[in-house]
């Protein structure tokens, strides 16, 4: 590694670090949730007044919640131009993914060797929650107990605040896997997996639970190709 390189690593993880830390901002879990639900589309102009006037807030709040998903990457900011929703970068999802894995498999290989049963029930209830969002075709839903069903692995594991930096690299893959959701049978596959994991780390399989967390986690940029075909003006080019 280079001396900038060495020298800017660090950096960059203690930025990351003093994010998870701040403060919850509601407006900036609002307007997280609106782009990572499409609600505000990628490439879609963010009017700032409009905000200010949604969540009766002031102009101090927006600029600081807006200056934080630009850090995520969800939010391009151009000096003496529109600030709009970035579009789907794939080479940032892929990074992602990488993280996500690589974090993720040792969360659930760690909670596999010791098993706690009351985590497991409580995976297992947030399965069956998605069940429900999923046959009432609640897409909000199924995506917040989804949301939930992953940080609970790593809070089983000892290392939540893990979660929360992930989270902030996952912008673009979570964007991808919302645009997904809604093709048919899709929440189907995402509840089978789910349970096949549980079932794993029930059973003390830590090598299973892994091979499946990995499948799992594998599945969404495979679907990019037939996404972009149907939404071309999301992705970046």
Do not use: C, W
């Not at 549980?198 to 037939?226: N, T």
Request: proline share 5%.
């Amino acid at each position: 590694m280079s001396v900038i390189s060495a020298r800017l690593a660090p950096r960059s993880i203690r930025k990351d670090a003093e994010f998870v830390r701040q403060a919850p901002s509601p407006l900036y879990d609002n307007l997280r949730a609106e782009m990572v639900s499409l609600v505000l589309a990628p490439g879609s102009v963010i009017n700032r007044i409009d905000i200010q006037n949604r969540f009766g807030v002031s102009s101090t709040p927006v600029r600081d919640a807006l200056m934080r998903l630009a850090d995520e990457g969800l939010v391009d900011v151009v000096p003496q131009s529109a600030t709009r929703v970035s579009l789907i970068d794939v080479g940032k999802a892929r990074e992602a993914q990488f993280l996500r894995r690589a974090l993720e498999l040792e969360a659930i290989r760690t909670i596999s060797d010791d098993a706690d049963k009351a985590v497991v029930a409580e995976l297992r209830d947030l399965i069956v929650a998605q069940k429900d969002a999923a046959a009432g075709e609640d897409f909000p839903a199924f995506d917040r107990f989804d949301g939930e069903f992953h940080r609970r692995i790593f809070e089983a594991a000892g290392v939540a605040d893990l979660y929360q930096l992930m989270r902030l690299r996952s912008g673009h893959i979570d964007r991808i896997r919302r645009l997904h959701l809604p093709v048919p049978g899709k929440m189907q596959e995402v509840v089978r997996a789910h349970g096949a994991i549980v079932k794993a780390v029930a059973a003390h399989d830590a090598a299973e639970a892994q091979v499946r967390m990995r499948d799992h986690l594998s599945r969404s940029l495979a679907y990019i190709p037939a996404l972009r075909e149907r939404h071309p003006g999301h992705f970046k080019t």
